[in-house]
């Protein structure tokens, strides 16, 4: 499985940008797409995360009300739509596709910088 993410950018704060995530190769051993960022001088951390079956989503507490996480099962694609940006959201955010089951394995995007600055 490879994931390509697009979308990052510089934005203007409560600005908003919309990341994509497409999938290729067989993700039927996928059970969650999700997305993370990696802040300067931080660890890497989930913002988002859906379920490829089913529709429940869960978002880190500094992105809940601005994010939205959503998916396309059909493009194997997922989404981050983020609006009213601020400047802590600057960070390199990497799409994620994840087993929850044996063997656990997890497929990253290569990173998508986005930049929140005026």
């Known amino acids: 499985v490879q994931l390509q993410a697009s979308g990052g950018g510089l934005v203007l704060p409560g600005g908003s940008l919309r990341l994509s995530c497409a999938a290729s190769?067989?993700?039927?051993?996928?059970?969650?797409f999700g997305w993370y960022r990696r802040r300067p001088g931080q660890r890497r951390a989930l913002v988002a995360s859906?379920?490829?079956?089913?529709?429940?989503?869960d978002y880190a507490d500094s992105v809940k009300g601005r994010f939205t996480i959503s998916k396309d099962n059909a493009k194997n694609t997922w989404y981050l739509q983020m609006n009213n940006l601020r400047p802590e959201d600057t960070a390199v955010y990497y799409c994620?596709?994840?087993?929850?089951?044996?063997?656990?394995?997890?497929?990253w995007g290569q990173g998508t910088q986005v930049t929140v600055s005026s």
């Open positions: 190769g067989s993700i039927y051993s996928v059970d969650a």
């Open positions: 859906i379920p490829r079956l089913g529709d429940n989503t």
């Open positions: 994620n596709a994840a087993e929850t089951v044996a063997p656990f394995r997890n497929y």
